[in-house]
């Protein structure tokens, strides 16, 4: 009778130990699941709160091809503007340059004022579209700035989820507050010192004995050189400090998985197997969360980079027409307003860069933990 006993009773704890050991795989499941749809809610959210066409499931739809696409119907839609400037640039120096022969007829006084009449005719052209693009550029950084304010402690938040919580909280602070400093930044020098680069480059044009290129090239030089150098550095700050986080985090989950395997009676094999299996599915959602926020940041600043290449290259057109038809005022000016243009584009090229950079080594820590 006593063995009976006892055999009932282990029966018993035998199916408690099954049936404890799957209830916490199937909480867990109906939590991810739950989980999941939330995710994907949340980020269709952010998504088209800045007109991005995105969600969760195109994440596994992504590729170069689909991207560019995106990227050229933007693009489509903002070429009219530099064809026409360019247009409008060929006109101003061929009649720049009948003018200027017109005036080299009447003597050296009159010379000067048609070349005066000139470079402000194609300042009245150029420099209005130009600063146009300069406020479009100021507004796309606020946008950018506001899109990672949301974006960022969201991904930071799976990112915990999945177990990286060292390196989730170096990405926070640092992108945030790069984010910040950028905007900031731009909202307190971007357009004054633009509009100084496009005022010493008239300045320059309508005086021909004051020579102003290398004072506008040395700007141009310090500022691009300058910005590159500090994202190079903050990448290879936050790089190494993810890197060092994320070993730090995998020590703390190997360490908690070995402490419920081993410790927890009975059901400790199954809970730690559990938490292999939801850490892993929302390192793949991780994946997939860092990835759309990577293309967001794309979508967002390339079209814009291109369309001020594309003013850029119209400039350069600009330039070797006045050195063809011997305008040389008018090359002045172009040149330092392609000098301005160039370091509005290196503004937004570091800026997607240190956000995709960064985004890209908290997944690869979030994989790597």
């Not at 704890?13 to 199937?26: K, R, V, Y």
């Not at 003018?99 to 420099?127: H, R």
């Amino acid at each position: 009778m006593e063995q009976f006993i006892k055999k009932i009773i282990a029966a018993a704890l035998m199916i408690a130990a099954i049936f404890l050991g799957l209830s916490p795989m199937t909480a867990c499941a109906d939590e991810y699941s739950d989980g999941m749809e939330e995710i994907s809610e949340n980020v269709g959210d952010i998504m088209s709160g800045f007109s991005l066409d995105l969600s969760l499931d195109d994440a596994e739809k992504l590729s170069i091809d689909s991207l560019l696409g995106k990227v050229g119907e933007q693009l489509a839609d903002r070429l009219g503007e530099p064809v026409h400037l360019l247009a409008v640039i060929f006109m101003v120096i061929v009649l720049c340059a009948v003018i200027s022969s017109a005036g080299s007829f009447s003597g050296k006084a009159s010379e000067d004022i048609y070349s005066m009449v000139c470079v402000m005719s194609a300042v009245a052209v150029i420099l209005p579209r130009i600063m146009a693009v300069y406020s479009e550029i100021l507004s796309l950084i606020h946008t950018t700035g506001s899109f990672i304010l949301v974006f960022v402690p969201f991904f930071t938040g799976i990112a915990v989820t999945s177990g990286s919580i060292t390196t989730a909280g170096i990405y926070h602070i640092m992108m945030l507050g790069a984010s910040e400093f950028i905007v900031k930044l731009a909202e307190s020098w971007f357009m004054p010192v633009l509009g100084a680069a496009a005022a010493l480059g008239i300045t320059g044009s309508i005086f021909p004995s004051v020579s102003l290129d290398s004072l506008v090239n040395l700007l141009k030089k310090v500022i691009t050189w300058g910005i590159s150098v500090a994202m190079t550095l903050f990448t290879g700050f936050v790089s190494l400090k993810c890197t060092i986080g994320s070993k730090a985090d995998g020590a703390a989950a190997k360490t908690a998985k070995m402490l419920v395997g081993n410790f927890v009676p009975i059901i400790g094999g199954a809970v730690s197997d559990a938490y292999s299996t939801v850490k892993g599915s929302f390192q793949v959602i991780g994946g997939a969360v860092g990835a759309l926020g990577i293309t967001g940041i794309i979508l967002l600043l390339l079209p814009m980079i291109l369309e001020v290449l594309l003013y850029r290259f119209v400039m350069w057109v600009g330039i070797a027409a006045a050195e063809i038809f011997s305008s040389e005022p008018l090359r002045k000016l172009m040149k330092s307003i392609d000098s301005g243009l160039a370091i509005a584009q290196c503004i937004l090229v570091c800026y997607s860069v240190i956000f995709v950079l960064c985004s890209a080594i908290l997944i690869r820590a979030m994989g790597g933990g």
